[in-house]
């Protein structure tokens, strides 16, 4: 839990030893707050400095700091953690502050940041603001602008916040290791000016991507494209929160990549628009409507809508091998073989083995062995049935009437009578099939396209 009350002790205590030098003395490192919890964290409402409407990190939290003079002091912790994937599946990480990803550091435009950087790894480490103007020897790139930080130190960068927006941190050291253990944080800067686009909810999320064996605990470092668990906030659906909000609200979600590909988000039952990047703020006259963004490698799209549509909308990567966990990818298409003789052959050699998808996948009802520390490749169940998602996969709930700081889940949504698709009662044996007159074919036994090439399909 979060040692709150003894952070602000601390602030108390210190307060007067204000150093409006702009260097920090060692006596005046400020306590760190840590995090055991995995789920959603209430926003932290700003006690001192300008005033704003707080984020919330999905699965996370935000980095709560003193006042030490004029400048906002916070202190992030690099360190080795245990991080709860979704129920059934914990890795064992790098991060800061108790969790991987870290905290959200939120400030205001104009704000004077020094951040506490302790070491805690078995190896050196930096931290780079990514996004944030600031002078190059505040930059946080190892060698080029700052002595890596041995393990045990602390450092410590200041700068402004001259802009307001989205930002991101994460080492710049043994970066392609670190990265891939997971160390990553999001940066909100609020605009001074509270007129500027406000929203009601402000969600904000990074994703990341892992190769944890199923039954082993520590990610591949040097995997480059087959990962097998794709994370937002280093959880998996459906170990993922809810986005719990108020019909009519005006909502914001801001999203960072530092896996390593592109993400097609998606969100179900609503138009959107970006209006933030990890550059500034889109202009409105350079917006256009999507359901679909795609966010690169090494950035951050946020995007704006009105929540006018209730209901329970799927959120989620469209890439669909990112809705899936513990996913291998050496797997033959076996729809249309029998498998019955298949399965018979396998069951003798490999007796937990299974034949995967004659009829395609369908597997989210299934139940099959596993391993100790992994999770289904398609899981979670809604009041329908089973979902069979994983990974990049939640759900946008929006209901009438939830107060102003309620994030939590409101349970499935009532749909009004006659709103849900449903099965018809047909008179007939078998539904109609329209059968083209002129070659007398069913539609159910295509003709091979001119110019396929049916040697090649052989081998499939
Ligand atoms: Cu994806």
Redesign the pocket.
């Known amino acids: 839990m979060l040692s709150r009350r003894n952070f602000l002790g601390t602030a108390t205590a210190l307060a007067s030893a204000a150093a409006v030098t702009g260097r920090a003395q060692a006596v005046t490192i400020p306590e760190a707050p840590m995090m055991e919890k995995v789920t959603m964290q209430p926003p932290l409402y700003p006690t001192s400095g300008p005033d704003y409407n707080p984020v919330v990190t999905l699965n996370g939290w935000t980095l709560p700091w003193r006042m030490n003079g004029d400048w906002k002091e916070f202190h992030l912790v690099a360190e080795p953690v245990e991080r709860e994937f979704a129920e059934g599946m914990k890795a064992y990480l790098w991060g800061y502050n108790g969790q991987s990803p870290g905290p959200t550091i939120e400030t205001v435009e104009g704000d004077k940041v020094r951040i506490f950087v302790t070491n805690k790894l078995p190896e050196h480490t930096t931290v780079h603001w990514h996004g944030v103007i600031l002078p190059s020897g505040m930059d946080g790139v190892g060698g080029l602008s700052q002595p890596h930080i041995p393990p045990g130190k602390t450092f410590v960068y200041e700068f402004e916040m001259k802009h307001s927006g989205s930002f991101m941190y994460h080492p710049h050291s043994d970066e392609m290791v670190q990265m891939a253990m997971g160390m990553m944080g999001m940066i909100v800067v609020h605009p001074r000016d509270r007129s500027f686009r406000p929203v009601d909810r402000d969600f904000v999320f990074i994703?990341s991507s892992y190769l944890i064996d199923p039954g082993t605990y520590l990610p591949k470092v040097t995997e480059m494209t087959d990962f097998n668990m794709?994370a937002w906030n280093s959880r998996v659906f459906p170990g993922i929160d809810p986005l719990a909000v108020r019909l009519g609200d005006r909502v914001r979600v801001r999203v960072g990549n530092l896996?390593m590909?592109?993400?097609?988000i998606h969100l179900h039952g609503h138009s959107f628009a970006v209006s933030c990047t990890d550059g500034g703020w889109v202009p409105e006259s350079a917006q256009w409507p999507e359901v679909t963004t795609d966010i690169p490698v090494g950035s951050i799209r946020a995007f704006d809508f009105t929540a006018d549509n209730p209901g329970d909308w799927a959120f989620h990567?469209?890439?669909s091998h990112?809705t899936m966990n513990s996913m291998g990818h050496d797997v033959r298409n076996l729809i249309g073989v029998n498998k019955k003789d298949l399965a018979k052959v396998l069951g003798k050699l490999a007796p937990d083995a299974m034949v995967m998808g004659t009829t395609g996948g369908a597997m989210g009802e299934m139940e099959m062995p596993m391993p100790d520390n992994t999770l289904p490749m398609m899981t979670g169940s809604g009041q329908f049935g089973p979902i069979e998602m994983g990974g990049?996969f939640t759900v946008m709930k929006i209901r009438e009437g939830l107060a102003r700081d309620d994030y939590r889940d409101p349970g499935p949504y009532k749909h009004p009578p006659g709103t849900v698709a449903y099965e018809v009662a047909a008179p007939q044996k078998e539904a109609p099939r329209q059968v083209n007159d002129k070659t007398k074919t069913k539609a159910t036994e295509p003709k091979p396209m001119k110019g396929m090439n049916m040697k090649g399909m052989k081998g499939m």
């Open positions: 994703m794709w896996t590909t592109n993400h097609p990567c469209h890439k990112h990049m």
